[in-house]
């Protein structure tokens, strides 16, 4: 794939970046970097990438924030509630489908629908999608093994452009 193409690319200001960092700790309360010195907001076509410090740690995607799969490769994601599942799911997460219920082996932290949750690999404890949850924690909990259904819509998975573009910064 070709180097990503920023639309615009800019340093937030001073009052800016309060805004965000506030949204990011309403959002995220546990979130892993503490101090902000500097944020630049990159655009890709209707995402915007926020460059903290120097890292690619946070995409707004259909008005969500959202921790990019670089980020919490390189920082870890025990701050986000989480489902883990198995091989056979990976396969099919990897290439962009959303995850159903069966494929869940675990889940870890309370969440509610339309909240954002990490799916990781039990296997390796790699995260490999960042998705919207379209069930609540305890639902899937309840119904592990048993259920059917889709439990988390796909926003990020690794492979896709969002992981190109936090992968080449």
Do not use: C, Q
């Amino acid at each position: 794939m070709n180097k990503p193409r920023f639309s615009k690319r800019h340093y937030l200001s001073k009052r800016e970046l309060k805004a965000f960092r506030d949204e990011v700790f309403r959002v995220f309360p546990e979130f892993p970097i503490l101090e902000f010195d500097y944020v630049e907001e990159a655009r890709i076509e209707d995402v915007s990438l926020y460059i903290i410090n120097g890292a690619p740690a946070l995409l707004r995607v259909r008005d969500k924030l959202i921790p990019s799969l670089r980020f919490l490769i390189d920082n870890g994601y025990a701050w986000v509630p989480r489902v883990g599942v198995d091989r056979g799911a990976v396969k099919a997460l990897i290439r962009g489908a959303d995850l159903m219920l069966p494929g869940i082996k675990v889940v870890e932290g309370e969440f509610r629908v339309g909240s954002i949750v990490v799916v990781y690999d039990v296997e390796s404890k790699t995260p490999i999608m960042i998705g919207e949850a379209l069930m609540d924690s305890s639902e899937i909990s309840k119904n592990l093994g048993v259920g059917r259904g889709k439990a988390v819509k796909s926003i990020h998975y690794v492979g896709d452009k969002l992981w190109v573009t936090t992968s080449s910064i």
